[in-house]
Structure formats: C-alpha cells, structure tokens
C-alpha cells in the first residue's frame, strides 16, 4: 500500500520575494522571463503524460507495488524540488494524485486543490509559479467522478438551492459548466464534472499571461482529465 505524508511548503515570506522579483524582470523588460533560465526537470510534456498514464495503470492493476521508501526520498529533496507535473484536483479525500499517478515520489508532483478543481486567484497564483519559476511541463485539472462540489452547482440549477457563506460563493464558480451541459444526454453531474474540469483547464491557458506565453512557447502543456472512484481509472479528456 502506498504511503503519503505532509508536505513542507516553501516559507511565506520567501515565495513572495521570488514571485515579486519575477514580476519586476518582467515589467523591466516588457514580456515573461524566459523558462530555460527556471527550468528545473528534464521531463518534457509528453513524458510527463506517459508517466501519469503508466502510474495509474500501475494503480488500478497492481497497487500492492506502489509502496516507496519515503526516508530515502525525503534524504533526496531536502535542498530542492524537481516535480513535472502540476496537478488541480478536487479536496475530496478520496482523490489522491501522489496515489492515483503510482505511487511517485516526494517532490514530483506540484499539487493545488479546492473542493470542485476551481482555478480561482489562488489556484492560479500557485500554477503560475509552478510554471515560470519550477519549470513545470504540464498542468492538469483533474475532476472527480460524484464530485460534492459539482453535485452542489447542479441542484443549483436544476432545483434552484442556495447555499450558506462562502459556499455558495464557490458553487457559483462552477454553476456556469452546470448551465451548459443542463439537458444534454447522459448523467448531469458527471457532464458537469467534465465540462468543469474542461473549463479550468482553458481558463489557465487563456486567462494566465504565464501559462499562455509558455503554451505559444511550447515549454508547458495544459489537459483535463476525470478520475473514476469505482475503478481508479483517469481518463485524459483534452
């Protein structure tokens, strides 16, 4: 069985320096720093991809094998990180990316979550950053088969329920996927569950300066993709 621990983020006050430094070269110089400079990993977007895929073969067909010695890679990325893959998902404990991709190491996967794989400012800040300062090859929004999340922006529609506080505040943000799927054929939520993955995964091309001037790079990749509680499968949409 595959092991997961906490991650030490980087210090507050250090990610800022370095993001408001990359901010000012860019405004010194008028366009995004170049990614050669960053880069960190040798993995291409396509290895990356192949090696999401062969790990969640590797976890829905032998997940016995998956287990990893965390004392020896903790030793191996104390000083620095090298992760290839940026993945958004869902905060649905059942959806873990560290464990659905194979069992990868310690400090190869860049993680962000919210309930509902949302790219709102946060979530975008973090790709950012994982792009333009870590080099990070490929960006995928993976959402979840009866996400709570969507199953909450779908009643919205079609019951017209309203929820409390700062919830209601993140169903609205995936009420719009739920509004274009109403009424198409097959089941609503996991219509929605595509189309909102599908959704952030253009919003972080398109919406971010970032990730657009390393897409027209061709320096990083962005994908949707839907995991399957019941078999374990992801399925790569786009």
């Known amino acids: 069985m595959c092991l997961t621990c906490r991650r030490v983020m980087p210090d507050r006050r250090q990610f800022f320096s370095l993001w408001l430094a990359s901010i000012a070269t860019i405004a010194a110089v008028g366009e995004h720093p170049v990614l050669a400079a960053n880069a960190t990993t040798g993995v291409t977007a396509e290895e990356a991809i192949e090696r999401l895929k062969s790990g969640n073969e590797k976890y829905v067909n032998a997940p016995q094998i998956c287990a990893i010695d965390l004392s020896k890679q903790r030793e191996q990325v104390v000083k620095a990180q090298t992760p290839w893959a940026t993945i958004l998902t ?6 873990l990316p560290d464990l659905v991709f194979g069992g990868v190491a310690l400090g190869e ?4 979550r919210n309930a509902g794989n949302i790219a709102d400012t946060d979530i975008m800040g973090t790709i950012e950053y994982g792009a333009e300062h870590l080099g990070i090859p490929l960006i995928v929004v993976l959402g979840h088969e009866a996400c709570g999340a969507v199953t909450a922006a779908c009643s919205v529609v079609e019951k017209h329920q309203k929820f409390p506080g700062s919830i209601g505040a993140m169903v609205d943000a995936i009420v719009p996927a739920a509004k274009a799927v109403y009424g ?15 959704r952030a995964a253009e919003k ?33 949409l786009t």
């Open 184 to 198: 198409k054929p097959g089941d609503f939520v996991d219509n929605t569950v595509r189309e909102n993955a599908k």
């Open 204 to 236: 972080i091309a398109t919406h971010s300066q970032i990730v657009s001037h390393l897409i027209h790079a061709k320096k990083v990749k962005v994908l949707a993709a839907r995991y399957d509680l019941d078999s374990g499968n992801v399925e790569f």
């Open 109 to 112: 996967l860049f993680i962000a």
């Open 90 to 95: 869902c905060s649905d404990s059942r959806v």
